[in-house]
């Protein structure tokens, strides 16, 4: 089993930043993806990055490329998201999340999941 724990999330005026971070527990495999998901009230969950544990490929989502970064510390088993000039509009619950499938957007495909973290973001 693998557990997952997110945390970093909170309260923030637009124009700032947080950093996310997601540590992992339990079996854990060289071979696994970590993503990061978000959902808003209303809102289907979807996709915003997500990084390899073997060599760090990532991938991003279109709405948070150049603002977000996703990296991972292996020794610490933790995946984080650095996030700058944060909108209104990424006003979400933050999932992280693991899968065995590669940088996949699609939330089907990971395995396990996190609690979530709230982020919000005002005028």
């Known amino acids: 089993q693998v557990q997952l724990v997110e945390s970093g999330g909170g309260l923030v005026q637009a124009g700032g930043s947080l950093r996310l971070s997601c540590a992992a527990s339990?079996?854990?495999?060289?071979?696994?993806?970590m993503g990061w998901f978000r959902q808003d009230s209303g809102k289907e969950r979807e996709f915003v990055a997500a990084?390899?544990?073997?060599?760090?490929?990532?991938r991003y989502a279109d709405s948070v490329k150049g603002r977000f970064t996703i990296s991972r510390d292996s020794a610490k088993r933790s995946v984080y998201l650095q996030m700058n000039s944060l909108n209104p509009e990424d006003t979400a619950l933050y999932y992280c999340a693991m899968g065995t499938r590669g940088l996949s957007t699609a939330s089907s495909v990971y395995d396990y999941w996190g609690q979530g973290t709230q982020v919000t973001v005002s005028l």
């Open positions: 339990g079996r854990t495999f060289i071979t696994s993806t």
């Open positions: 990084i390899t544990w073997s060599n760090s490929f990532t």
